[in-house]
């Protein structure tokens, strides 16, 4: 399931960070978006882009284009 899938408020775990972008995938598990992380879609903008997720208590914008890499699972 994509991030894209989500609509606002709901719940979703991480299961796996594909291939992509070396340096973005490794700022994504930098800031703290590695398997098993659970993730609230907050937000969304007017025209669907970017999104705004809440992770460990803190949220962080992400373009969808760029979010596509995390694989996830509703919770």
Do not use: F, H, N
């Amino acid at each position: 399931m994509q991030l894209s899938e989500l609509t606002v408020g709901s719940k979703a775990r991480i299961v796996r960070v594909q291939a992509g972008e070396k340096s973005y995938r490794q700022r994504l598990m930098a800031l703290g978006l590695l398997p098993g992380t659970e993730l609230t879609l907050t937000r969304v903008a007017p025209l669907g882009d970017p999104v705004q997720i809440t992770v460990r208590g803190c949220a962080l914008s992400l373009r969808k284009a760029e979010a596509r890499i995390l694989q996830i699972e509703k919770v």
